[in-house]
C-alpha cells in the first residue's frame, strides 16, 4: 500500500483527498497535517465523513511517507518544504501554482513536472516532483491542445468560463458570501488571470506561433464545476474536428468526447473533463466541463500518484456524477 500524507487537511483540495484516499484500494492515508485542527477529529471539519473515519488531524508530518499532497494557499508549499523534511524517497505532489512554470520548477534541486496526464504522461510515470495543474488550467488546457498539436491554433482564441464558489477556497470572502453569490454571476480577472502561464507554456510547446489567448473568468452561483468555452477560427470540417481530437485523446482515460452538448452536471463528483466540438461557418467552438475539485484539483492529483506508483491510472477514481 502507497502511505500517504496529506498537508493542509481542513481545506477543499484537502478534503477531497482525504476522501479520495480513503477508498483508494491501493493507498492509506498515514497522517493528515492541519495547522489550525492538530488533535481535532477530521469530522470537525469534514462531516460528511463520520461513520466514515475516526482519524485525527496531526500538527506533525512522517517523514518516511511515500508521497505527500500539499494542499495549500499559494506561497505556502515551498516554505512548508523549508520547515519540513521528507525522506528522499518521498513523492510530492503540490496543487498550488508555485513550481507549475518552468522558470519556478525547480524547487531544493527537485525538478517538478507539470502533472497533466493528457499532455506528460510519460514523464509523470518517471517523476518523483509534481506540480499539480490550476483548474480552469486543466478545463482549457483540454479544450485546446488537440488543436495546438495539429498547429491549428493560429488565430485569437476566446474563452470564457464559469466556475464555482470552491474554486476560491474554503475561507470565506466578499465574493463567496452567499447573499452576495447567489443568484449572482460576475466576472473577475479579465484578461490577465494566473492560470493564463501554464496554460500558454502547453500550447506553446505544442505550437510555438499559436495565437494570442484572451481568457474571460466568471464565479458561477454554484458550488463546484467549471464549464468553458472556447472558439476560434477553424479551416476544416466539424468532422475533422472531431477525428483530431479522439485522435488526441484516444488514451485518455478521463477526457472524453461528447457527441451532444455538455452540461456541468455530468462530470460534477467525477474525475472527467467532457468536451463537445461545434462548427459555425469557420469558427469551432469547444466546450469543455470538469470538477473542479477533483480532474482540477485532487482527482487529477490522485491520478498522478496513481502514475507515478505504477497502479492503474483510474484506481480509487471510479466516482458517481450527482446528475440530478
Ligand atoms: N479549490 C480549487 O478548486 C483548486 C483547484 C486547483 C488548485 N487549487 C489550489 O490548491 C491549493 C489549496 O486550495 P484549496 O481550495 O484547498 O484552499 P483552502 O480551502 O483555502 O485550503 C487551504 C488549507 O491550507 C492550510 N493553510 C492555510 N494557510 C496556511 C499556511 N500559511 N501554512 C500552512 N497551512 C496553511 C489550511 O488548512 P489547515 O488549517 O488544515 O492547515 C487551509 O484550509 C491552492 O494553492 C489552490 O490554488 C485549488
Known amino acids: 500500500m502507497i502511505k500517504a500524507g496529506i498537508i493542509g487537511g481542513s481545506g477543499y483540495t484537502g478534503g477531497e483527498l482525504i476522501r479520495i484516499l480513503l477508498n483508494h484500494p491501493q493507498a492509506d492515508i498515514d497522517f493528515v497535517f492541519s495547522t489550525t485542527r492538530a488533535g481535532k477529529k477530521l469530522t470537525t471539519a469534514h462531516p460528511d465523513l463520520l461513520g466514515t473515519t475516526e482519524m485525527e488531524f496531526t500538527g506533525k508530518v512522517n517523514s518516511d511517507v511515500d508521497v505527500v499532497f ?116 460576475s466576472w473577475y480577472k479579465p484578461f490577465t488571470h494566473q492560470h493564463l502561464g501554464e496554460i500558454n507554456e502547453s ?67 467525477t474525475n472527467q473533463c467532457h468536451i463537445h466540438l461545434h462548427k459555425h461557418n469557420d469558427t469551432l467552438l469547444v466546450t469543455s466541463a470538469i470538477d473542479n475539485l477533483l480532474k482540477g484539483a485532487s482527482g487529477q492529483a490522485v491520478q498522478n500518484m496513481n502514475l507515478m506508483f505504477g497502479q492503474e491510472e483510474g484506481a480509487g477514481l471510479n466516482l458517481k456524477a450527482g446528475v440530478f
Do not use: M
Open 70 to 185: 500539499l494542499c495549500l494557499g499559494h506561497g505556502n508549499s515551498g516554505r512548508f518544504l523549508e520547515e519540513h523534511q521528507f525522506s528522499s524517497d518521498t513523492k510530492i505532489v503540490d496543487l498550488s501554482n508555485e513550481f507549475r512554470l518552468e522558470g519556478d520548477s525547480v524547487f531544493q534541486g527537485n525538478q517538478y513536472i507539470y502533472g497533466l496526464p493528457e499532455l506528460k504522461k510519460s514523464e509523470i510515470e518517471k517523476a518523483n516532483f509534481i506540480a499539480n495543474p490550476g483548474c480552469f488550467a486543466t478545463a482549457i488546457q483540454l479544450a485546446l491542445l488537440p488543436l495546438a498539436k495539429a498547429g491549428k491554433l493560429s488565430n485569437d482564441v476566446h474563452v470564457n468560463a464559469v466556475t464555482g464558489s470552491t474554486g476560491a477556497g474554503v475561507s470565506p470572502s466578499a465574493t463567496s458570501h452567499f447573499s452576495w453569490r447567489n443568484n449572482n454571476i
Open 203 to 269: 500550447l506553446h510547446s505544442l505550437q510555438k506561433n499559436s495565437g494570442e489567448l484572451f481568457f474571460l473568468p466568471n464565479r458561477g452561483n454554484f458550488t463546484r464545476g467549471i464549464l468553458a468555452t472556447a472558439y476560434t477560427k477553424f479551416d476544416g470540417s466539424i468532422e475533422e474536428a472531431i477525428a483530431l481530437y479522439e485522435d488526441f485523446y484516444a488514451d485518455a482515460l478521463f477526457t472524453q468526447i461528447a457527441e451532444e452538448p455538455i452540461n456541468l452536471k455530468q462530470v460534477v463528483n
